[in-house]
Each structure stands twice: as C-alpha cells, then as structure tokens.
C-alpha cells in the first residue's frame, strides 16, 4: 500500500486530515489536538493491527512521518 493509500484512509476516519497532503507538518492543521491523536491511534489499530503509543504520535512533525509508522506491503 502507498502511503497517498494511507493518507486516504486516514483522511476517511480523521476530520483533521481533510485537505492535508503528504509533506503537511501536523502542527499545521487545524485541528490537531489531543483527540486526533487518538483518532489516529484508533485507525491505525483498527485497520492494521499495529499498537502505537501517544508519545510516537507526538514525535511525529509531518503527516509523512505518521505514515512511515505503518509498514506497507
């Protein structure tokens, strides 16, 4: 999966994402709070089986470095 798949998905289930693109840094968009860090947390576990934390949310600066946390096949 590519990651303009991922961010699709991700777009899909996190409001905040809408209009975002790849290279988008995450404290950019309007939204970005603590309950998006959920959302996503929730959608990546939900639709890849992966457990993150909080904290690699946090350390995440752009919409790219969130995707490269879920592996592609």
Same mark, same amino acid.
């Given at each position: ?5 991922? @961010?699709? #998905? =991700?777009?899909?289930?996190?409001? !905040?994402? /809408?209009? #975002?693109?790849?290279?988008?840094? *995450? %404290? /950019?968009?309007?939204?970005? +709070?603590? *309950? /998006?860090? =959920? @959302?996503?947390?929730?959608? $990546? %576990? #939900?639709?890849?089986?992966? $457990?993150?934390?909080?904290?690699? $949310?946090? %350390? !995440?600066?752009?919409?790219? +470095?969130?995707?490269? @946390? $879920?592996?592609? @096949?």
């Amino acid at each position: 999966m590519k990651q303009t798949d991922l @961010l699709i #998905a =991700l777009q899909s289930d996190v409001d !905040c994402f /809408s209009g #975002a693109t790849i290279d988008t840094p *995450l %404290e /950019s968009l309007p939204r970005w +709070d603590s *309950l /998006s860090i =959920l @959302l996503v947390i929730s959608h $990546i %576990e #939900a639709n890849y089986k992966i $457990i993150l934390s909080g904290q690699q $949310i946090r %350390e !995440c600066r752009t919409v790219r +470095d969130l995707l490269n @946390l $879920i592996p592609t @096949l």
